[in-house]
């Protein structure tokens, strides 16, 4: 509840909230148009399904590709039972509410999951649960001593719960709100500062994210920290990421990696071409299109 009782500094000048909320206008910026205040489906929609085990539905943003970063790692060390069909889901034109997509993810978000080789078949989201459910399937990228596995999944659930004030505050104040709001984004900007500061003392007494290993908590970290680094928000100079050395040489480790470098073009749609695959079904996807 507001503790001004003037509405002068409110933003509209004189908003007060009503006594209670209700849906009756959209709030402008990027997701507008998607945004409802109840769950569900709103249309009828069978998903499509490939030749593998492995069912992926999804979109190239920083939670979908952890997903398929993890799936091209596991490939790339031979476990060929981590082929997938990579499907697109777009977003922005309300995919995720068709009834097929929301019977494996009742939250309506990418990425979501089927694994066909259970029976019956393993329905997964959330993307942590997902890399989990992955590195436990395949005994890979989840170290099995009590201690490294424990700080690898301290550092997956910090992702997880530091992702919402990076993209849905930062990112969503700085970038994507229809005009900016000094309060919202020094608050976020402050969070996303201390955040991004967390990492960077951990990079610098560790090469990996949780010690001395490459581990999920690696992947879940690059797509959003790396990304920061490498232009995602276009904040370098606001947030003076050039501050954050370590985290500088873990982005370039991490992304140098043939599988990171696969995994981020899966489902993506856009930025340069060469690096778009919408969707993907076989390791050949990634070849060059013949000219
Ligand atoms: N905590 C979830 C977050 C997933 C999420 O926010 N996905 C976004 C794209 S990155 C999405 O599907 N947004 C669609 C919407 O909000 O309707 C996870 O890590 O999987």
């Given at each position: 509840?507001?503790?001004?009782?003037?509405?002068?500094?409110?933003?509209?000048?004189?908003y007060?909230?009503?006594?209670?909320?209700?849906?009756?206008?959209?709030?402008?910026g990027r997701?507008?148009?998607?945004?409802?205040?109840?769950?569900?489906?709103?249309?009828?929609?069978?998903?499509?399904?490939?030749?593998h085990?492995l069912?992926?539905?999804?979109l190239?943003?920083?939670?979908?590709?952890?997903?398929?970063?993890?799936?091209?790692?596991?490939?790339?060390?031979?476990?060929?039972?981590?082929?997938?069909?990579?499907?697109?889901?777009?977003?922005?034109?309300?995919?995720?509410?068709g009834?097929?997509?929301v019977?494996?993810?009742?939250?309506?978000?990418?990425?979501?999951?089927?694994?066909?080789?259970t029976?019956?078949?393993t329905?997964?989201?959330?993307?942590?649960?997902?890399?989990?459910?992955?590195?436990?399937?395949?005994?890979?990228?989840?170290?099995?001593?009590?201690?490294?596995?424990a700080?690898?999944?301290?550092?997956?659930?910090?992702?997880?719960?530091?992702?919402?004030?990076?993209?849905?505050?930062?990112?969503?104040?700085?970038?994507?709100a229809?005009?900016?709001?000094?309060?919202?984004?020094?608050?976020f900007?402050?969070?996303?500062?201390?955040l991004?500061h967390?990492?960077?003392t951990?990079?610098?007494?560790?090469?990996?994210?949780a010690?001395?290993?490459?581990?999920?908590?690696?992947?879940?970290n690059?797509?959003w920290y790396?990304?920061?680094?490498?232009?995602?928000?276009?904040?370098?100079?606001?947030?003076?990421l050039?501050?954050?050395?370590?985290?500088?040489?873990?982005?370039?480790?991490?992304?140098?990696?043939?599988?990171?470098?696969?995994?981020?073009?899966?489902?993506?749609t856009?930025?340069?071409?060469?690096l778009?695959?919408?969707?993907?079904?076989?390791?050949?996807?990634?070849?060059?299109?013949?000219?």
């Amino acid at each position: 509840m507001a503790t001004d009782d003037s509405a002068d500094r409110n933003l509209p000048a004189g908003y007060r909230p009503p006594r209670v909320w209700t849906w009756d206008q959209p709030s402008g910026g990027r997701f507008a148009n998607i945004n409802r205040p109840v769950s569900g489906a709103t249309h009828e929609k069978t998903l499509p399904r490939g030749k593998h085990p492995l069912q992926l539905y999804s979109l190239g943003t920083p939670n979908g590709q952890k997903v398929t970063i993890l799936l091209e790692e596991l490939l790339a060390v031979g476990h060929k039972g981590a082929e997938y069909d990579a499907w697109l889901i777009k977003i922005h034109e309300g995919e995720q509410f068709g009834s097929g997509f929301v019977a494996v993810n009742p939250n309506s978000k990418i990425p979501a999951m089927l694994d066909y080789s259970t029976d019956p078949p393993t329905r997964l989201f959330e993307s942590a649960s997902i890399l989990l459910y992955l590195a436990e399937k395949f005994d890979a990228f989840l170290p099995k001593e009590h201690y490294r596995r424990a700080e690898t999944m301290n550092w997956l659930m910090w992702q997880m719960g530091s992702a919402p004030y990076l993209g849905g505050g930062f990112g969503h104040f700085y970038t994507y709100a229809p005009f900016k709001i000094e309060y919202a984004i020094n608050r976020f900007a402050m969070e996303a500062k201390r955040l991004l500061h967390v990492l960077d003392t951990q990079l610098g007494r560790n090469e990996y994210v949780a010690g001395d290993q490459y581990t999920i908590a690696d992947i879940a970290n690059w797509t959003w920290y790396g990304g920061i680094m490498n232009g995602t928000y276009d904040a370098r100079e606001f947030l003076a990421l050039h501050e954050y050395r370590n985290l500088a040489r873990w982005t370039e480790l991490v992304g140098s990696r043939p599988a990171v470098r696969r995994g981020r073009r899966v489902n993506t749609t856009t930025g340069p071409e060469e690096l778009r695959l919408p969707e993907r079904h076989s390791a050949a996807d990634f070849d060059p299109p013949a000219r």
